[in-house]
T-cell receptor, first 117, second 114 residues
């Protein structure tokens, strides 16, 4: 178990370009979350998957953002036509959702830092 | 609405002092979960503790302790005999039982000075 991996760790792009981030969760985890964190703020929820199904999307996730988890394993987060306001750390987390109640603990990756020039 | 407030933006203490990080939450749900995470300079959020709304027992783990009080909607975190390695940003977070996402506060940046 190598934890949650995110790639790339850093991305610098010009405004208007598309970027894609990848997240590899802990292998036995069935839930995968994307959060965004800007400087001096806490992580803000973007979206999450249970297996390959995208179950919830935040209002923060504009039409330029799309996330996929095609085989219920790794996930990608794509931002099209990037804007300077998209500059942030994009965090991925995974958890194991089991039957019944109980809040699953999220295990976070190190994040992908995006800078839009 | 659900909300987590960490009023202390930044705290500095000298090593070996005790320090308490405050967390106040808002929710109308009766079943919910509270968390603390640590974010060291490396950036990766590290889970510290989870507490459900029906368990008001305080918890101690080494130099860390947590005080959960439903009457004041607070879940405070105390570090005893602080060390330089405790320097980080600490986040308090909330999840409702009917929801699947965690809501984070804005964090408290803790500086432990040698």
């Amino acid at each position: 178990d190598t934890g949650v991996s995110q790639d790339p760790r850093h991305k610098i792009t010009k405004r208007g370009q598309n970027v894609t981030f990848r997240c590899d969760p802990i292998s036995e985890h069935n839930r995968l979350y994307w959060y965004r964190q800007t400087l001096g703020q806490g992580p803000e929820f973007l979206t999450y998957f249970q297996n390959e199904a995208q179950l919830e999307k935040s209002r923060l996730l504009s039409d330029r953002f799309s996330a996929e988890r095609p085989k219920g394993s790794f996930s990608t987060l794509e931002i099209q036509r990037t804007e300077q306001g998209d500059s942030a750390m994009y965090l991925c987390a995974s958890s194991l959702r089991q039957g019944g109640s109980g809040a699953n603990v999220l295990t976070f990756g190190a994040g992908s830092r995006l800078t839009v020039l | 609405a659900q909300k987590v407030t960490q009023a202390q933006t930044e705290i500095s203490v000298v090593e070996k002092e005790d320090v308490t990080l405050d967390c106040v939450y808002e929710t109308r749900d009766t079943t919910y979960y509270l968390f603390w995470y640590k974010q060291p300079p490396s950036g990766e959020l590290v889970f510290l503790i989870r507490r459900n709304s029906f368990d008001e027992q305080n918890e101690i783990s080494g130099r860390y302790s947590w005080n959960f009080q439903k009457s004041t909607s607070s879940f405070n975190f105390t570090i005893t005999a602080s060390q330089v390695v405790d320097s980080a940003v600490y986040f308090c977070a909330l999840r409702m039982n009917r929801d699947d996402k965690i809501i984070f506060g804005k964090g408290t940046r803790l500086h432990i000075l040698p």
